[in-house]
């Protein structure tokens, strides 16, 4: 791997060196972060731990990496300026675990409308019969639905909504043809 140095800008008032380089890593996968690290390090004549790559992006099918890199006097500057996240990316400190929130108390179900009532209801005979029995039962609970859905039609519902109660009545009329 090459490593060039684009640009380099001293800045007194952060007590930094901020470099824009472009690593050349041909027949090699993209360099982690770490390895760029070490590399901006050797050239620039620092200690890896005062190296911070703020960013670093390859180009499809290009061998080259481009990016920016800031080298601060003391590790220290570099944990006083440097924003958190970009410090948990170079390693230079771990990142923050947070702990488990105290479980909330969940809020009591909603009481059931007679709607729902009526569901519950259907599947309880329906397991109590034999099998023999059940299928016959099937037909009738399918048009169970559709009169369920005539009283939520009268509701507000959003058009997407309607569309797709359209779409589903079309379908079951479409059955019903097949089957006769």
Excluded: C, W
């Excluded at 006097?73 to 170079?90: D, G, Q, T, W, Y």
């Excluded at 947070?98 to 909330?104: L, Q, S």
């Excluded at 059931?112 to 209801?121: I, L």
């Excluded at 048009?143 to 309607?162: I, Q």
């Amino acid at each position: 791997m090459q490593l060039e140095v684009l640009q380099r800008k001293e800045n007194p008032l952060l007590k930094r060196v901020e470099v824009t380089f472009k690593a050349t890593h041909k027949a090699e996968p993209t360099p982690t972060r770490d390895a760029l690290r070490a590399f901006l390090a050797k050239e620039l004549k620092a200690t890896k731990d005062i190296v911070v790559i703020d960013f670093q992006a390859s180009t499809f099918g290009r061998y080259e990496t481009v990016g920016e890199a800031k080298v601060y006097k003391s590790k220290e500057e570099a944990l006083a300026v440097e924003r958190k996240h970009i410090l948990v990316r170079n390693k230079l400190i771990e990142p923050e675990v947070k702990k488990e929130a105290t479980p909330k108390p969940e809020k009591p179900a909603p009481a059931p409308r007679a709607e729902k009532a009526e569901k519950p209801a259907a599947p309880a005979p329906k397991a109590e019969g034999p099998k023999a029995e059940a299928k016959p039962e099937a037909k009738p609970e399918k048009g169970a639905p559709k009169e369920e859905k005539k009283p939520a039609a009268k509701e507000e519902k959003k058009p997407a909504e309607k569309k797709e109660e359209k779409k589903d009545e079309k379908k079951a009329e479409g059955k019903k043809k097949e089957a006769k």
